[in-house]
């Protein structure tokens, strides 16, 4: 974020567990926009699971595995369009 002029800073008392923030002030003329998602990864016991926690299968249309529903590539996006939001003023929306 830095090298896109972005503001941006970890917080959490977990070190292990940082929460990240990035922030593009705007003018308070509008309403403010939240993009949120996770990054965590929380450990997986393949004894709770019905299939291999770290392959991917498919059943009755449906993808199983660690991850398959989870928040990456949301989080990715999220981040591409606070970039394009700083890069293009959005509108005058960012100062």
């Known amino acids: ?10 917080l ?5 567990r ?3 923030i990035a922030r593009i002030k705007g003018s308070g003329k509008l309403r403010p ?3 949120m998602a996770h990054s965590d990864v929380v450990p997986a016991d ?6 291999d926690p770290f392959s991917a299968e498919i059943r009755d249309g449906l993808l199983y595995g660690r991850g398959a529903q989870d ?3 949301l989080l990715a996006a999220e981040l591409a369009v606070l970039v394009d939001l700083k890069r293009t003023g959005a509108g005058s929306i960012a100062t």
């Open 33 to 35: 926009l939240i993009l």
């Open 12 to 16: 959490g008392g977990d070190p292990a």
């Open 46 to 51: 393949r004894s709770q699971w019905t299939v």
């Open 1 to 10: 974020m830095r090298c896109r002029g972005i503001a941006s800073e970890t």
């Open 71 to 73: 928040d990456k590539s």
């Open 18 to 20: 940082l929460n990240f």
